[in-house]
């Protein structure tokens, strides 16, 4: 595959853009994360989500050490071409390093963030070595 393709996006100053998780079907947010070029074409090549881990400065497959793997279904771009979607089959049910099933379970009640989702899998359970 060329990788021409890779070039019409507009990348933030240290090589990254943002990627959205959606569910496929439910429509669901799953998780935001970043990609860098890599992470993208392995995504586009692989057909299952590669970020880019910030905190540890390397790829970031996911469900690598979890087994919640999501299978991409498609890559969008978003008309200004600097917000990645990937609309993915999110095994295992869970996104979340929490355990739930979505990275966005918090809802603003009453001027503090309520926890509104559960834990699917205690994190305990899936990360032998911690996250």
Known sequence: MSSGWLDQIRWTSDGLVPVIAQEQGSGTILMLAWMNRAALAE???????????RSR???WRKGERSGHRQRVAQIRLDCDNDVVLLEVEQQGGVACHTGRHSCFYQRLERGQWQAVEPVVKDPATIYKEGR
């Open 43 to 53: 995504t586009a090549d692989s057909g299952y989500a590669v970020y880019w881990s």
């Open 57 to 59: 400065q390397a790829l």
